[in-house]
């Protein structure tokens, strides 16, 4: 019997907030295809990523706020959090509280995620993490 998509994205969570990288072998299948650039193509180096991700915010976690499944697609919004003690995307350590959101749509076969799209607001991590300074002027005059 098939695993139903949404405990595919149970698994995804659970993964993150176990900070287990190993429990990829749950739910992305050997020839996943990820659209992201921080990220490579298949199982093994989605479990670098997320090796390196978990030593750049230990202490993370992620709240998974809606879920979607639709035929062939999975589609998650989710709220990240954590504190920023290691090497994250290249950047070094600071110390500062990060909130990185995400919206993931997965393709799934036979049972596993095989494709992913994401849109982060990585613009707002690097303005938390003090790479890119605050937006200002774009207030609206009444």
Same mark, same amino acid.
Request: aromatic fraction near 10%; charged fraction near 25%.
């Given at each position: 019997?098939?695993?139903?998509?949404?405990?595919?994205?149970?698994?995804?969570?659970?993964?993150?907030?176990?900070?287990?990288?190993?429990?990829?072998?749950?739910?992305?299948?050997?020839?996943?295809?990820?659209?992201?650039?921080?990220?490579?193509? !298949? #199982?093994?180096?989605? $479990?670098?990523?997320? &090796?390196?991700? =978990?030593? @750049?915010? %230990?202490?993370? *976690?992620?709240?998974? /706020?809606?879920?979607?499944?639709?035929?062939?697609?999975?589609? !998650? #919004?989710?709220?990240? $959090?954590?504190?920023? &003690?290691?090497? =994250?995307? @290249?950047? %070094?350590?600071? *110390?500062?509280?990060? /909130?990185?959101?995400?919206?993931?749509?997965?393709?799934?076969?036979?049972?596993?995620?095989?494709?992913?799209?994401?849109?982060?607001?990585?613009?707002?991590?690097?303005?938390?993490?003090?790479?890119?300074?605050?937006?200002?002027?774009?207030?609206?005059?009444?």
């Amino acid at each position: 019997m098939a695993t139903p998509k949404h405990h595919l994205a149970d698994s995804y969570v659970e993964m993150i907030n176990t900070h287990d990288p190993d429990q990829v072998d749950r739910f992305v299948a050997e020839d996943y295809v990820n659209h992201n650039a921080f990220v490579a193509d !298949g #199982r093994e180096a989605n $479990r670098r990523w997320w &090796t390196a991700f =978990f030593a @750049g915010l %230990p202490d993370v *976690g992620v709240t998974m /706020e809606d879920l979607v499944v639709s035929g062939d697609r999975v589609v !998650g #919004r989710f709220v990240y $959090r954590g504190t920023h &003690t290691g090497d =994250f995307v @290249g950047i %070094p350590a600071s *110390g500062k509280l990060v /909130e990185m959101r995400s919206i993931d749509i997965w393709r799934v076969r036979d049972g596993m995620f095989v494709e992913h799209w994401d849109e982060l607001n990585l613009m707002q991590v690097f303005q938390q993490l003090g790479v890119l300074p605050p937006l200002s002027g774009l207030e609206v005059e009444a």
